[in-house]
């Protein structure tokens, strides 16, 4: 495979629309804003993220292809029958293989990038500090993790172990890969599980992402580095 097939443009980075045809759209920034997009898709989520994953508890739609299609169009999910079997899993490269190649990582989330540009939550420091840690430190568990008060359970190594799966799926979804979801519906499960204050519902999206995760991986890793 080319090594560099995670590399795009520094203003694209690669979504999935309804039916699996990639679209490009921009990260939010700081603020929670995203920049225009057209049509209806773009508007709506918009008004999803736009101001609404800071400071309360936000339900999100899921968006990007369903988790169930994986590279299948829904044409082929429907045309599966017992003669003619439709393999659907999707790909995903697994948090070791993001950690061990951060030269294949987008160039817009790349790794002194601060989690919380992306994320829109300051849910890690860098250790023993109170400075905003970066992507790489998230996934490297080098962080500490931000609990949020009144949290129930054991949230800090769930909040950890979420983070890296967090950081290995947006890189999955920015680049060249057939991941189950889009850039903006890993940001809007983290913030969610994050904004639930409980460990059981930040488990369930950790082992969601590191199912999604641990698929097969299209990209090249010959040259990673630790």
Same mark, same amino acid.
């Given at each position: 495979?080319?090594?560099?097939?995670?590399?795009? *443009?520094?203003?694209?980075?690669?979504?999935?629309?309804?039916?699996?045809?990639?679209?490009?759209?921009?990260?939010?920034?700081?603020?929670?804003?995203?920049?225009?997009?057209?049509?209806?898709?773009?508007?709506?989520?918009?008004?999803?993220?736009?101001?609404?994953?800071?400071?309360?508890?936000?339900?999100?739609?899921?968006?990007?292809?369903?988790?169930?299609?994986?590279?299948?169009?829904?044409?082929?999910?429907?045309?599966?029958?017992?003669?003619?079997?439709?393999?659907?899993?999707?790909? *995903?490269?697994?948090?070791?293989?993001?950690?061990?190649?951060?030269?294949?990582?987008?160039?817009?989330?790349?790794?002194?990038?601060?989690?919380?540009?992306?994320?829109?939550?300051?849910?890690?420091?860098?250790?023993?500090?109170?400075?905003?840690?970066?992507?790489?430190?998230?996934?490297?568990?080098?962080?500490?993790?931000?609990?949020?008060?009144?949290?129930?359970?054991?949230?800090?190594?769930?909040?950890?172990?979420?983070?890296?799966?967090?950081?290995?799926?947006?890189?999955?979804?920015?680049?060249?890969?057939?991941?189950?979801?889009?850039?903006?519906?890993?940001?809007?499960?983290?913030?969610?599980?994050?904004?639930?204050?409980?460990?059981?519902?930040?488990?369930?999206?950790?082992?969601?992402?590191?199912?999604?995760?641990?698929?097969?991986?299209?990209?090249?890793?010959?040259?990673?580095?630790?």
């Amino acid at each position: 495979m080319d090594s560099d097939r995670c590399i795009w *443009g520094m203003d694209n980075v690669k979504t999935h629309g309804k039916h699996g045809a990639d679209e490009t759209a921009v990260p939010a920034d700081r603020s929670g804003e995203i920049p225009p997009a057209s049509g209806s898709d773009g508007a709506t989520r918009r008004r999803l993220l736009k101001g609404g994953l800071i400071g309360a508890p936000v339900i999100l739609t899921q968006y990007g292809r369903p988790a169930w299609a994986g590279g299948c169009s829904e044409s082929a999910m429907a045309s599966e029958n017992m003669s003619d079997v439709v393999q659907c899993e999707g790909e *995903g490269c697994s948090e070791q293989f993001w950690k061990q190649n951060t030269h294949l990582w987008h160039p817009q989330y790349g790794p002194s990038t601060e989690f919380s540009e992306i994320f829109l939550i300051t849910a890690y420091y860098a250790q023993n500090t109170f400075v905003g840690a970066t992507l790489e430190e998230v996934i490297r568990g080098e962080c500490d993790p931000v609990v949020p008060a009144g949290c129930e359970g054991n949230c800090e190594p769930e909040l950890l172990h979420l983070g890296k799966q967090a950081v290995a799926a947006l890189q999955n979804a920015a680049c060249d890969v057939k991941y189950d979801l889009d850039v903006l519906t890993v940001i809007a499960k983290f913030v969610q599980a994050y904004q639930s204050n409980k460990a059981s519902d930040i488990q369930i999206v950790k082992e969601e992402l590191y199912y999604l995760n641990n698929q097969i991986c299209p990209l090249d890793g010959s040259s990673s580095t630790v």
